[in-house]
């Protein structure tokens, strides 16, 4: 079984405040994740699903827990917020698996902390059930994110516009460190645990530079390129986080707090699903602008850290906020690019390739997943023809493509293969997982757990799950995704 081990713990005691979890009357398993179990090196095969859910309840402590609750700030949609911290979410400990690596086990929805402000510190079955499905399926497809290591029931009610069955998610981590974390040290000018934060940061995250005397500049680096990285990869895949706080950006460069998210069915420049976000600050284009205006932040505090805040580490780190802009744009081309099968250097006209491509799918609202997928069958033969043939508009795209993909001396099926493995058949579309919700509250997790197996592998045909891979029926398609929590 898993020994807990506590590095963030050992911190100073304001980096977090030490809380049992609540007790709850009945809890009862739901989903226990053994792959992911056992690549953290734990062996629970002898344990029952009652055991299972005592421990993932915080009923029973694993050996060497010592839970706490993270304290950190930040920005929310846009105003700052001097003290958040994890509301409703308890640090159990962390786990080092086979090869090393160090993840933090957290369970969420466990009970108030000093955290929780006007909140009850628990979750409904709904929001655990889409994160569950949600995190999962962007690991397999291949994107850095926390994960899930189990559901579990709480066997109460939680009280919200109705009153719903609660549930607590267990959530694993490369840590739980945020650009909030960051602010909430630098907006009460403890400069002292700041740089402890810092020096911890790089030493879990980027040891490599550990010893540049540019540290600061370095890690800022760092976690520029993992935010571009995963960012242009939920853009790539039509991903809208929903809510790109600060608070809720990982310095790990790790996809972290699923609320309102949602893939794309049809494809909107300006989708959003989240009904709190009545500004449209985290639509599906803006992501991109929100991603380096949360590393702004992280800036503002680093540069505290150079004899407070000398003018020309400032320059150098707008320098560096400049760049990774750049960066944003050539990255998200690139994944566009090779979307669409074009797989050599970039070229003057392939940016325009890709504009001409995403103005055709939203003017004829066609949908984003299935679209790559059937122009894929467009490389070798005309079997995806009957998908697109609506107007002459696909024919100037098409003529243009073709010429392009064509130039690269690449075999046909070359480029089939490459485009598919970068464009999945399947996501968790939002349909869907609203049908596993409403399954849920009625008791049935069938479907949660059927669509977990479909999510496991997105990017290959899987006939009898056809079902998961279409886009809505009009009276399907959800229009608001409600935080939940
Ligand atoms: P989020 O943006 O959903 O990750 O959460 C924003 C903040 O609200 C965090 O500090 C959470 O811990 C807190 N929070 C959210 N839901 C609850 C709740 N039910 N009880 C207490 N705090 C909560
Ligand atoms: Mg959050």
Same mark, same amino acid.
């Given at each position: 079984?898993? *020994? ?10 304001? %980096? ?52 706490? &609750?993270?304290?950190? &700030? =930040?920005?929310?949609?846009?105003? %700052? ?33 000093? $955290? ?20 999962? /399926? ?43 974390? $960051? ?71 790790? /996809? ?10 049809? %494809? ?11 500004? /449209? ?94 122009? &894929? ?9 009957? $998908?697109?043939? *609506?107007? =002459?508009? %696909? ?86 995704? $409600?935080?939940?929590?």
């Amino acid at each position: 079984m898993f *020994k807990l081990d506590n590095t963030y713990a050992r911190l100073p005691q304001e %980096f977090y405040a030490r809380v049992a979890p609540a007790k709850i009357p009945k809890p009862e398993l739901i989903k226990w994740n053994t792959d992911l179990a056992r690549r953290l090196g734990a062996q629970t095969e002898s344990l029952t699903d009652n055991e299972l859910a005592q421990i993932f309840t915080g009923q029973k402590l694993l050996p060497g827990s010592e839970p706490i &609750a993270l304290v950190y &700030a =930040g920005h929310q949609f846009g105003h %700052f917020v001097h003290r958040l911290g994890d509301g409703r979410a308890l640090l159990l400990g962390e786990v080092v698996d086979p090869s090393g690596q160090r993840y933090d086990m957290q369970l969420k929805g466990s009970g108030r902390t000093p $955290f929780s402000r006007s909140g009850d510190g628990k979750a409904p079955l709904g929001p655990v059930l889409r994160e569950y499905l949600v995190s999962e /399926a962007l690991h397999h497809l291949g994107l850095p994110t926390t994960r899930s290591l189990a559901a579990v029931k709480t066997g109460e009610m939680v009280y919200r516009e109705n009153a719903l069955p609660g549930a607590i998610l267990t959530r694993v981590a490369s840590s739980h460190i945020r650009v909030g974390t $960051f602010e909430y040290f630098a907006a009460r000018q403890d400069l002292e645990n700041l740089k402890r934060l810092k020096e911890y940061s790089i030493q879990r995250h980027y040891p490599e530079i550990q010893n540049d005397s540019e540290a600061y500049l370095q890690f800022f680096r760092k976690v520029g390129y993992a935010q571009v990285e995963l960012v242009t990869a939920w853009m790539a895949l039509g991903f809208i986080h929903g809510v790109m706080n600060t608070d809720n950006m990982s310095i790990a460069g790790e /996809a972290i707090d699923y609320g309102p998210c949602a893939f794309m069915d049809q %494809f909107r420049f300006n989708q959003v699903f989240s009904s709190i976000d009545q500004f /449209a600050r985290y639509s599906y284009s803006n992501q991109a602008r929100i991603t380096i205006w949360n590393l702004s932040r992280l800036g503002n505090c680093l540069v505290l850290l150079t004899n407070h805040g000398s003018r020309e580490a400032t320059e150098t780190l707008n320098e560096e906020l400049e760049s990774f802009g750049v960066l944003f744009e050539q990255k998200l081309a690139s994944r566009m690019l090779k979307k669409l099968g074009v797989l050599n250097d970039e070229q003057p006209q392939d940016r325009d390739l890709v504009g001409k491509w995403l103005h055709y799918l939203e003017t004829q609202q066609l949908d984003y997943t299935l679209s790559f997928r059937n122009l &894929a069958n467009l490389v070798e033969n005309d079997a995806g023809f009957n $998908f697109f043939e *609506k107007t =002459g508009a %696909f024919q100037d795209f098409y003529r243009l493509w073709q010429q392009r993909i064509k130039n690269q001396n690449l075999e046909t099926r070359a480029i089939k293969e490459q485009m598919n493995s970068v464009n999945p058949v399947f996501i968790p579309r939002n349909h869907k997982i609203e049908q596993v919700i409403e399954a849920g509250l009625r008791g049935d997790f069938s479907l949660f757990h059927e669509m977990n197996e479909v999510l496991k592998k997105p990017y290959e045909e899987q006939e009898q799950f056809s079902s998961y891979k279409l886009a809505p029926r009009p009276e399907q398609v959800v229009q608001a995704t $409600f935080c939940g929590t």
